[in-house]
């Protein structure tokens, strides 16, 4: 490529990166004295739920409500709950139940603010959680992951602490990690339960509020996160009113059929083309792919899903994907059959 061609290039997509901004900024002078101006209280819940959700944005929503404001009205509809602190694992599917195959499916979705991914895997067993090798400095990108393990199927998993700059590292969970059975990464309070999202042995997804240690001594989890909510449960939805709490964003989750196949779901969201979902809209989702159980996984910037060795999400980020610390995924070595799309 020559110079000038190049020169082009950067100058074209100056250009675009300038008009976008200048939207941007228009839409916001525009919009948001009159959706929080009192004639219209929908959109400023709305607007106060979708922007608070991400640090980039939370200076937009404080420009027009206080700290205690944004603090009620996200309390006002905020679906989020502890778990249950389930003594045993009845609550969810039966392994005796499962009909696994060494096969993924692959669909695409559009709702009404969002366009969508879905993976359905069909052998529980062959799901695992992977780990930045990194834990407690570096995250890795869903595309590195892919890169050192060879993914048939990928999606970002729990959530992470160090968010001392907008981008992040990525490399401390927020709660413990459990990886084939063994608790790789322990939350600061190691006695106090916390939400837990994870595997057995026999391939039964979960959730629960346990210690770390009572996950794998007493439930046998080989594998687990710390986040939630649950959104369903025994075949229904637990969201029955409003949309959830928290507006649109990019999202992820994962849930289980009776049948013991696993849905990736991942949601994209904050452009134009697909605004992003509500977490009713997750739900939805889920049910819509025949779920028994299901929970929300970390959204935002860092939802990615991969297929077949690639990634299939578009990035949410101008600075392309974030990095995480650990991913739900298949092996294509696991897999030892064919994806499907």
């Known amino acids: 490529m020559t110079k000038t061609k190049a020169g082009r290039i950067l100058c074209r997509t100056g250009i675009a990166l300038s008009l976008v901004l200048c939207f941007a900024v228009a839409a916001v002078a525009l919009v948001f004295p009159l959706a929080f101006s009192g004639a219209y209280p929908n959109l400023a819940v709305t607007l106060t739920e979708t922007f608070s959700v991400s640090r980039g944005t939370q200076f937009l929503i404080r420009s027009f409500r206080s700290d205690a404001e944004i603090r009620a009205v996200m309390e006002a509809g905020l679906y989020y709950t502890d778990f249950p602190e389930y003594e045993d694992l ?40 992977f780990v930045t090798p990194d834990l407690g400095t570096q995250g890795y990108s869903l595309s590195e992951y892919n890169e050192r393990l060879g993914l048939a199927a990928g999606i970002n998993a729990g959530g992470y602490l160090d968010n001392d700059t907008l981008l992040g590292k990525g490399g401390i969970p927020a709660g413990s990690v459990i990886a084939g059975g063994e608790i790789v990464w322990q939350a600061e309070m190691t006695e106090e339960k916390e939400n837990l999202i994870g595997f057995t042995e026999d391939g039964v997804l979960v959730f629960g509020r346990w210690t770390a240690e009572q996950a794998v001594e007493r439930l046998s989890l080989r594998d687990a996160v710390s986040f939630r909510p649950a959104l369903v449960c025994g075949g229904e939805g637990l ?43 997750v739900q939805n989702v889920l049910l819509d792919y025949g779920a028994y159980t299901g929970v929300l996984l970390d959204g935002g910037s860092c939802a990615t899903l991969a297929f077949n060795g690639s990634r299939v999400s578009r990035p949410v980020d101008f600075f392309g994907e974030r990095p995480v610390p650990s991913v739900f995924g298949v092996t294509l070595s696991d897999l030892e059959g064919g994806a499907e799309k």
């Open 90 to 129: 009845s609550a969810f599917a039966d392994p005796a139940d499962f009909a696994p195959e060494k096969r993924i499916e692959y669909f695409t979705l559009r709702g009404t603010s969002f366009v969508g991914h879905v993976l359905v895997i069909h052998d529980p067993t062959a799901v695992k959680l």
């Open 239 to 281: 969201i029955r009113e409003g949309t959830g709490g928290y507006g649109y964003a990019p999202r992820s989750a994962i849930g289980q059929r009776a049948d013991g196949a696993v849905i990736f779901v991942m949601l994209e969201g904050r452009r134009p083309s697909s605004i992003g979902a509500t977490l009713l809209d």
